[in-house]
T-cell receptor, first 116, second 112 residues
Framework: NAGVTQTPKFRILKIGQSMTLQCAQD?????MYWYRQDPGMGLKLIYY???????DKGEVPNGYNVSRSTTEDFPLRLELAAPSQTSVYFC???????????????FGPGTRLTVT | LAKTTQPISMDSYEGQEVNITCSHN???????ITWYQQFPSQGPRFIIQ???TKVTNEVASLFIPADRKSSTLSLPRVSLSDTAVYYC?????????????FGQGTTLQVKP
């Protein structure tokens, strides 16, 4: 299994440009997540999905959009990039055991994004 | 929302046992407690998960008191390679919404 893969690894965007960060997992996990991590800070949840066709906002969803058309893929779309979106973006997946429990999250290697 | 509170940083020396405590006063009945480790430039990695009492695996132990309002991650005999940020997470609510939010984490510095 490849686990959680993310592309690209690095990207530089100009202000106002748009891009899609790709995330895929091959573990048949039902839950997927997008986090951002600013330098020296903790992870902030952007969006998450509990299954194909179902997504919901996290702590910091503004400026981002997601879709989940398949179990495997969970792309994150940035529209009109701003310098405040300069960060490292991590995708993760997990399998829910129900009743408030969930198995461990598996994280991808991250995408380092710079907006100038 | 089950918010977690941890110390910002801790120092230790090689070979010592390290205990990191996490406070989660609003934990819901069905929430699990999970700990992750993160090295620079990498995504977090699962360490251990528990619901109550004590859980032990090959790398750590997790102690959870009866009221479940806190938990303690115990790392036995740390080495320099255990220098990392440690996060405590609590599942959001008994409805199992899947909304997993990281706290600020504890930066552990292990010295020789």
């Amino acid at each position: 299994n490849a686990g959680v893969t993310q592309t690209p690894k690095f990207r530089i965007l100009k202000i106002g440009q748009s891009m899609t960060l790709q995330c895929a997992q091959d573990m048949n996990h039902n839950y997927m997540y997008w986090y951002r991590q600013d330098p020296g800070m903790g992870l902030k949840l952007i969006y998450y999905s509990v299954g194909a066709g179902i997504t919901d906002k996290g702590e910091v969803p503004n400026g981002y959009n997601v879709s989940r058309s398949t179990t495997e893929d969970f792309p994150l779309r940035l529209e009109l990039a701003a310098p405040s979106q300069t960060s490292v973006y991590f995708c993760a997946s997990s399998y829910s055991k129900g009743q408030g429990g969930h198995y461990e999250q598996y994280f991808g290697p991250g995408t380092r994004l710079t907006v100038t | 929302l089950a918010k977690t509170t941890q110390p910002i940083s801790m120092d230790s020396y090689e070979g010592q046992e390290v205990n990191i405590t996490c406070s989660h006063n609003n934990i819901a009945t069905n929430d699990y407690i999970t700990w992750y480790q993160q090295f620079p430039s990498q995504g977090p990695r699962f360490i251990i998960q528990g619901y109550k009492t004590k859980v032990t695996n090959e790398v750590a132990s997790l102690f959870i008191p009866a009221d479940r309002k806190s938990s303690t991650l115990s790392l036995p005999r740390v080495s320099l390679s255990d220098t990392a940020v440690y996060y405590c997470l609590v599942g959001e609510g008994s409805s199992n919404t899947g909304k997993l939010i990281f706290g600020q984490g504890t930066t552990l510095q292990v010295k020789p």
